[in-house]
């Protein structure tokens, strides 16, 4: 279990919805009278991508983790940006450009997963002259 993308759940959401007919990706979560006189409307595909921004906060803190169950976590990442990839290129009901951003984030989380692990392993490899990298 805490090899699973944390992203997959906000992937899982917007499907959900996306498929659905109960609910619309663009209707209002909430709504705030702001000093200035403007509304500002927080609409739900709003609330998917900031909860995908801090997923992916907690996905690069888990990617300085050392050990097998590192490298198991990045391929778990990059098997789900396949498949997200794959859904946005095939399937109409994702064809969106809120979507699109949630691909972005996961492609980050997976380079910046792979970039975080090879470059504190890196640290640990000692050279044969006894120079640390």
């Not at 619309?24 to 409307?41: A, I, P, R």
């Not at 050990?67 to 198991?72: E, H, L, Q, R």
């Not at 951003?101 to 980050?108: A, G, K, Q, S």
């Amino acid at each position: 279990m805490k090899n699973i993308p944390l992203l997959v759940f906000v992937v899982i959401i917007y499907n959900v919805i996306a498929f659905s007919s109960a609910g619309s990706l663009e209707s209002t979560f909430w709504s705030v009278h702001l000093g200035s006189g403007v509304d500002w409307v927080f609409t739900v595909n709003d609330l998917l991508l900031s909860l995908a921004v801090i997923l992916l906060y907690a996905e690069i803190l888990k990617s300085t983790r050392t050990g097998i169950s590192t490298i198991m976590d990045h391929m778990f990442s990059l098997g789900l940006f396949v498949v997200v990839l794959l859904e946005f290129l095939f399937v109409a009901a994702v064809g969106t450009s809120t979507f699109f951003i949630i691909i972005l984030l996961v492609l980050l989380d997976v380079v910046a997963g792979f970039t975080v692990t090879i470059s504190s392993a890196t640290r640990d490899i000692n050279v044969e002259d006894g120079v640390r990298l």
